[in-house]
């Protein structure tokens, strides 16, 4: 009887793990190659600055257009005294419903955006300040919005940040566990009436 339960269990345990891989890994992300196919199906980053980050974001569109991809500017539109609570959400909103496949924000620190952003459900928002922390917040925790600090990172390093995170994959199995567990955190607060 134990045997049969314990069998049971693996059994319930590998169908839940087959389950997940298919939810978690869905379909391709841009971190599965450096740049997009070109044409229609190219991905959809969303991009948006506060008034410090402004210059930053700007460069950043121009490289990442250049580079091939689609790019959604959320704004703001100028160095003018703004808010980045609000473009940190505009951002997070399109990569949580699904609109944008990647999501950058750019603040004077990057940690304001990143906790706004990961208020959205489907989000993870990591701040990044150098090649490992982009690379590791691909591969271990399949981040899908990169926060920047625009008083923190220069524009040449900024860029390397996103060529690198862009074009690191998603790790998968060792770190499948984690990432489900923190979407069943998320799901034990999102409200199912907002």
Not at 133 to 141: F, L, P, Y
Request: hydrophobic share 40%; glycine share 10%; charged share 20%.
């Amino acid at each position: 009887m134990e045997a049969q339960r314990s069998d049971l269990e693996n059994q319930v345990r590998d169908v839940v793990a087959h389950v997940l891989r298919g939810v978690l890994d869905g379909p391709p992300h841009p971190g599965d190659a450096s740049a997009p196919s070109q044409g229609a199906d190219a991905e959809r980053i969303a991009i948006g600055a506060d008034h410090g980050g402004f210059e930053l974001k700007q460069a950043l569109s121009a490289q990442l257009v250049d580079a091939g991809w689609a790019v959604d500017d959320c704004g703001t539109h100028s160095t003018a005294a703004c808010d980045y609570p609000e473009f940190a959400h505009a951002v997070a909103r399109r990569v949580g419903t699904g609109k944008c496949s990647a999501g950058i924000v750019v603040d004077g620190a990057g940690i304001g955006s990143a906790i706004v952003a990961n208020k959205i459900p489907r989000v993870r928002a990591a701040a990044c300040y150098d090649i490992s922390t982009a690379r590791n917040s691909r591969e271990h925790n399949r981040a899908n919005v990169l926060t920047l600090g625009a008083g923190l990172t220069g524009p040449s390093l900024a860029w390397q940040i996103v060529q690198e995170w862009l074009a690191t994959p998603w790790g998968g199995d060792r770190h499948l566990r984690r990432v489900a567990l923190i979407s069943e955190v998320e799901d034990l607060y999102v409200r199912t009436d907002a």
